[in-house]
């Protein structure tokens, strides 16, 4: 009986293209080009700008500022008397609403970033743009430009009817005029920058929204309730120190003689601001989406 033979492979055919005419590839007519900073500004002007909440909360902001602010010069225009006014700034009437309306604000800049990570929409924000300091930085300038533009015009408006009610009231200022509009203006859009960064870390829009009302609230009302004479440095450092006091500073209406003053608050919500981005960019590049 003979043994089969192993058959040896054959080698693959050389096929040949048919003649005929040769199809080019397909193009594109959307323009391929390199992603820059500007493209991120305007993803996240786009989206700030299309979000409902966004619209709702800066129309609850301006409507207490405008709102508080002329009820407040209202009753005092009717209620004292020119003598009782000899000397006040009627700047500082427009105080109450500013600060009651920085909540506002603080809500804002935590949405703009822990609405995406609750939404999931940061992936989709990540995978168009991989630069996560780019769009920390993006968020943070539109942010800034909205909060600090529309303060702005909010506190012009009530300055400006402050100033015409109040009759018996001294002139301010050029100085004090630049504190009581564009300085606290900055200082209230740095603090809603403050909110965003927080909420960047925290990742948690009640976690980082109860974080920043603790911080603008809890110093004051724990220092009211510190009685013991050996806290009383504790007590003076809470006062002077705390957000409320700080906005007062731009006012000239301190709650104290000593602590901030002129434009201290400013730089020092700058150096917590520097801080807190620091911080935040540290995170993103360390933690995943």
Request: proline letters at 6%.
């Amino acid at each position: 009986m003979s043994t089969p033979q192993p058959q040896m492979p054959q080698a693959a055919p050389n096929w040949q293209a048919a003649p005929g005419p040769s199809y080019p590839g397909y193009t594109s007519p959307i323009p391929v080009v390199r992603t820059h900073f500007g493209h991120a500004l305007t993803s996240e002007w786009t989206k700030i700008k299309s979000v409902r909440s966004t619209m709702w909360t800066l129309g609850v902001f301006v409507l207490l500022v405008v709102g508080i602010g002329l009820l407040a010069g209202g009753l005092v225009a009717a209620n004292a008397a020119e003598s009782d006014l000899a000397g006040e700034n009627p700047l500082s009437f427009g105080f109450f609403g500013l600060l009651l309306g920085s909540m506002c604000i603080i809500t804002l800049g935590v949405l703009t970033t822990a609405s995406e990570y609750g939404t999931g929409m940061i992936r989709t924000t990540m995978t168009a743009c991989p630069s996560r300091g780019r769009v920390l930085a993006a968020k943070a300038i539109v942010f800034f430009t909205v909060a600090f533009v529309v303060t702005l015009v909010s506190a012009l408006l009530i300055a400006f009817a402050d100033v015409a009610m109040l009759t018996g009231a001294r002139e301010p200022s050029g100085g004090e005029w630049l504190k009581g509009t564009v300085g606290v203006s900055f200082y209230i859009a740095l603090l809603g920058l403050v909110s965003l960064l927080v909420g960047s870390i925290i990742r948690h829009s009640a976690g980082a929204i109860t974080i920043m009302i603790g911080l603008v609230l809890a110093p004051l009302v724990i220092a009211l309730f510190m009685f013991s004479e050996s806290l009383a440095d504790l007590r003076q450092a809470l006062f002077e120190y705390s957000i409320p006091n700080q906005l007062s500073v731009f006012y000239s209406t301190s709650l104290t003689d000593t602590g901030p003053s002129g434009w201290d608050p400013l730089w020092i919500i700058l150096g917590v601001t520097a801080a807190a981005f620091a911080g935040a960019v540290a995170l993103l590049e360390k933690r995943d989406v």
